[in-house]
């Protein structure tokens, strides 16, 4: 961060959604600590990121907070009812302290109470029924379907709870989190939280959820605060991380073989480096409470950094041969679901999906070739990487 490198890193630059490594590798390799215009600090390298995400000298920042400070702007000459700060203000990966080590306990005995062995294999089949009569398919459809089936199994969504409905709500909340978010995005973001209330029903899910947090003053908006979130953390993530690991395999003939012939023992192998490789959360933020020193540069407590995990993910120092999946990488200490206090309480989850879903989808959708005549459609997110569209048509 020595102002002397032109290498920078900017999301607006043409292709970036397309492919966003090429910078990244570039930024790891001559300027891993850059500040931007905002003074935020963007670190690349896994010898910056990994510590930071496992140290408790680093907070996550309050989603809700950021939210409430700029309501006056955004909703200024507006009939909208603020609500964007209300929603937010309860999700896990925002919250420190005792409220996220209570609220993160009372989740992971809601989660963990539904059997995700039967439900994700009972996806997996009613997925390819549904599409076994298909003459052509977009992976993206096909992926949105897997998750939602899980996902209204357990939550609990209204009849009136589409596929589409979820789909934009998911999408739009993810979109909250972004960076450079217009004013015109946070209007149809907070307008789509007020519709999203009457998207669940009274549903087992949230019934044990206001029994464990018995004893804790929660409102009707913070029930829905976690609802929201836990459909959006649950829905997003996985959805991108199949679509991409769908894709890249079906594109490859020897990794497709692969999968097919595949064990359990390698199947769950190459669960974790499609998550490595696939890294749908590009990036996330800590701040320090107190005053660091990073590779010599020092920071003063409460400097915002922007870690890139999906950079230290591709780091060359860490794995060998970076961007390409490899089935048998036997080390793998990725970081796609974070590390300490917050590592991803629903990364159990995600590996059972590919983990029980990816032999029989691979299987079913080797008659398909990639349809070269439709390009990928990527989405402008930066946080999240998302693939809108991937067709493959019978062969």
């Not at 999700?91 to 989740?107: A, E, F, P, T």
């Not at 591709?314 to 041969?321: A, H, K, N, V």
């Amino acid at each position: 961060m020595d102002g002397k490198s032109t290498i920078k890193w900017n999301p607006f630059a043409p292709d970036y959604f397309i492919d966003p490594y090429p910078i990244y590798e570039l930024c790891r390799q001559h300027n891993p600590i850059q500040k931007d215009s905002f003074g935020n600090i963007l670190l690349f390298k896994y010898r910056d990121v990994a510590p930071i995400l496992d140290s408790a000298d680093f907070e996550v920042s309050s989603l809700a907070t950021y939210f409430e400070s700029k309501e006056s702007y955004i909703f200024k000459n507006s009939p909208q009812c603020p609500f964007l700060a209300k929603t937010t203000n309860k999700w896990l990966m925002y919250l420190n302290g005792d409220i996220h080590r209570k609220l993160r306990i009372v989740l992971g005995k809601v989660l963990f109470s539904y059997n995700y062995d039967k439900l994700i294999q009972e996806a997996v089949k009613d997925c390819i029924r549904h599409f076994e009569d298909f003459k052509e398919l977009d992976i993206v459809d096909f992926s949105k379907y897997f998750i939602y089936h899980i996902l209204s199994q357990f939550i609990g969504l209204k009849d009136f709870a589409s596929l589409e409905k979820v789909v934009e709500f998911s999408n739009l909340a993810a979109k909250s989190q972004d960076i450079f978010v217009s004013k015109q995005m946070y209007l149809k973001i907070n307008e789509c939280f007020i519709e999203g209330k009457g998207l669940f029903a009274e549903s087992n899910f949230k019934s044990k959820l206001i029994r464990e947090l018995d004893g804790l003053e929660f409102d009707e908006d913070d029930y829905y605060s976690l609802l929201a979130v836990t459909l959006m953390a649950f829905f997003e993530t996985s959805k991108d991380n199949l679509t991409i690991t769908l894709y890249t395999i079906l594109s490859n003939p020897n990794l497709k073989e692969f999968v097919i012939q595949a064990n359990q023992k390698e199947i769950k192998l190459l669960t974790e480096e499609c998550i490595r490789y696939v890294s749908p959360l590009q990036f996330t933020v800590r701040i320090n409470k107190n005053d660091e020193t990073i590779f010599g540069q020092h920071f003063l407590a409460g400097t915002r950094f922007i870690l890139g995990i999906a950079s230290a993910n591709r780091d060359e120092e860490i794995f060998d041969s970076p961007d390409e999946i490899n089935p048998n990488r036997q080390v793998n200490p990725h970081l796609a679901f974070g590390a300490g206090t917050h590592l991803c309480l629903g990364a159990l989850i995600a590996r059972k999906e590919i983990e029980f879903g990816l032999k029989p989808m691979v299987k079913f959708l080797q008659k398909f070739d990639i349809d070269s005549t439709q390009p990928l459609e990527w989405g402008n997110q930066i946080f999240m990487r998302t693939l809108e569209s991937a067709k493959i048509t019978l062969r």
